[in-house]
């Protein structure tokens, strides 16, 4: 058996709303994953189709009677109740069944179920999303590491203060009456809530785009990733008017700068190694 469900994608918005024609969901920060349990054979796949049933051994118990897909994404917490994305990549990433075994044991992975695709033999993707939750909701019955992601209906903006206030990932936003489709949808929409910094670019990439930031700490500069998202052909033009003048020194990955070249950059959190996750540019501030 193939994984042959194309997930449902997100468009993304800048700013928080509300409107009665929307639910809305806390932003899960952790990776998307299909459940498929036909029979007794319980299987998982990524969001791109890729198989993962062996790293989640816990999730195979699913709390829904009969043949059934779902759709949501799995977590891990930390200690302090959390979601942590790392832990959860970490997982993700392991190899070995022991290892996978003794983590399924030690720190389960929670699923944060949001759809529910097909039940009994029944097609339900044609189906209008507040009925799809119905169904969802019906034939659910809450396990230790499954749930249903909680709504809000209308009030978005109430529940983007509440994102802020505990600096949760972000928001998604479904329109009421959206039928699930394979592709990405102006229907569902995403709300990230990024954090900004100001770095130092300090570097570049020889072989493909990158370019080296570096954040101030305690009087000195630190490495704290590479920029590769939110440049524009205007960002690099700027950026490389002042290469020449800059240049440090090179090595066989990168041409080094002087830290005199400064810019702001948005990010999803700070990892555990004090890198920025997934900078993104959002302008070049000045050279001193």
């Known amino acids: ?97 022991d290892k996978i075994e003794r983590h399924a044991r030690r720190r389960p992975v929670n699923y944060i179920v949001w759809d529910i695709l097909f039940h009994g033999g029944r097609d339900l993707r044609g189906l209008p999303l507040v009925e799809r939750r119905t169904v969802l909701e019906s034939v659910f019955i809450p396990g230790t590491n499954m749930s249903i992601v909680p709504q809000i209906d209308g009030r978005g903006d109430d529940l983007w203060r509440a994102v802020t206030a505990r600096s949760m990932e972000g928001m998604v936003a479904k329109r009421k009456t959206s039928k699930y489709v394979g592709r990405r949808s102006a229907d569902w929409l995403k709300l990230v809530n990024y954090q900004y910094a100001d770095v130092y670019l300090t570097g570049y990439r020889k072989d493909e785009f990158g370019w080296l930031a570096q954040v101030e700490e305690g009087g000195k500069l630190r490495p704290a990733g590479i920029i590769e998202l939110g440049v524009t052909a205007t960002h690099r033009k700027a950026f490389f008017s002042h290469v020449s003048a800059l240049k440090t020194g090179e090595d066989s990955r990168f041409v080094y700068l002087e830290p005199r070249l400064k810019a702001t950059v948005k990010f999803r959190n700070w990892t555990r190694n004090g890198m920025l996750r997934t900078p993104s540019l959002v302008q070049i501030k000045s050279s001193s």
């Not at 990776?31 to 993962?52: D, F, P, S, Y």
């Not at 302090?80 to 993700?92: L, N």
Request: hydrophobic share 35%; aromatic share 8%.
């Open 1 to 97: 058996m193939t994984m042959i469900i194309s997930p449902m994608l997100l468009e993304s918005i800048q700013e928080p709303f509300s409107d009665d024609a929307y639910v809305f969901e806390p932003k899960i920060d952790g990776h998307r994953l299909i459940i498929r349990k036909q029979g007794a054979e319980v299987r998982l796949w990524t969001r791109h189709g890729n198989e993962c049933t062996r790293q989640y051994p816990e999730l195979q118990d699913v709390p829904i009677e009969g043949d059934v897909v779902l759709d949501g994404e799995v977590c891990c917490t930390n200690e302090s109740g959390a979601i942590d994305f790392e832990s959860v990549m970490d997982r993700f990433q392991l190899k070995k069944r």
